[in-house]
T-cell receptor
Framework: DGGITQSPKYLFRKEGQNVTLSCEQN?????MYWYRQDPGQGLRLIYY???????QKGDIAEGYSVSREKKESFPLTVTSAQKNPTAFYLC???????????????FGEGSRLTVL | AQKITQTQPGMFVQEKEAVTLDCTYD???????LFWYKQPSSGEMIFLIY??????QNATEGRYSLNFQKARKSANLVISASQLGDSAMYFC????????????????FGQGTILTVHP
């Protein structure tokens, strides 16, 4: 079945360590996104990529990095520079690098990161 | 800048009854899209319904309808005939649409409303 796979579902990290969250999609979508969700809050955009080898900062990019070497993959690295990384991270994708009609996002099941 | 406000932290409804979840928005854009997503306790985000700012008719998708009042900048979600499986967090979101009605998936989300359906 087509969809978005995020791994790991749960991740624990010690302070000062970088961690990478995986996001893979087989929907043949051009655009991919990373959102962060804190308890009781809505989602905030971290980074997005509309086409391979290109990505843009979202509203809260500081302390994060991404790469887009393949259409199917958009990994997110949470660096030690991120002051408060404990959160739920959601990856999403949508079709059409030039934009799509409605903007509907397809989401993965999320990765929950806890910093000890 | 865009802003979404959901003023109901939690809502309760009896099974089989209808419920309205409120959403107001603020934007200076002339063309925009409005969304509702459902987030069950498992965490995934499920797309429910979409309304474009130039759509004259309110969007409907099965038991979901969007009560779009452009002048009041509101986009309330109406769920008819509530089911126990509707218990979840519900998010209202919006995006700015480029000329031609396209979007880049950069959504602004509200803080959500937790809906609990009682048997």
């Amino acid at each position: 079945d087509g969809g978005i796979t995020q791994s790991p579902k749960y991740l624990f990290r010690k302070e000062g360590q970088n961690v990478t969250l995986s996001c893979e999609q087989n929907l043949n979508h051009d655009a991919m996104y990373w959102y962060r969700q804190d308890p009781g809050q809505g989602l905030r955009l971290i980074y997005y990529s509309q086409i391979v080898n290109d990505f843009q900062k979202g509203d809260i990019a500081e302390g994060y990095s991404v790469s887009r070497e393949k259409k199917e993959s958009f990994p997110l690295t949470v660096t030690s520079a991120q002051k408060n990384p404990t959160a739920f991270y959601l990856c999403a994708s949508t079709g059409g690098a030039a934009g799509i009609v409605t903007g509907e996002l397809f989401f993965g099941e999320g990765s929950r990161l806890t910093v000890l | 800048a865009q802003k979404i406000t959901q003023t109901q932290p939690g809502m309760f409804v009896q099974e089989k009854e209808a419920v309205t979840l409120d959403c107001t928005y603020d934007t200076s854009d002339q063309s925009y899209g409005l969304f509702w997503y459902k987030q069950p306790s498992s965490g995934e985000m499920i797309f429910l319904i979409y309304q474009g700012s130039y759509d004259e008719q309110n969007a409907t998708e099965g038991r979901y309808s969007l009560n779009f009042q452009k002048a009041r900048k509101s986009a309330n979600l109406v769920i008819s005939a509530s089911q126990l499986g509707d218990s979840a967090m519900y998010f209202c979101a919006m995006t700015s649409l480029e000329a031609g009605g396209t979007s880049y998936g950069k959504l602004t989300f509200g803080q959500g409303t937790i809906l609990t359906v009682h048997p």
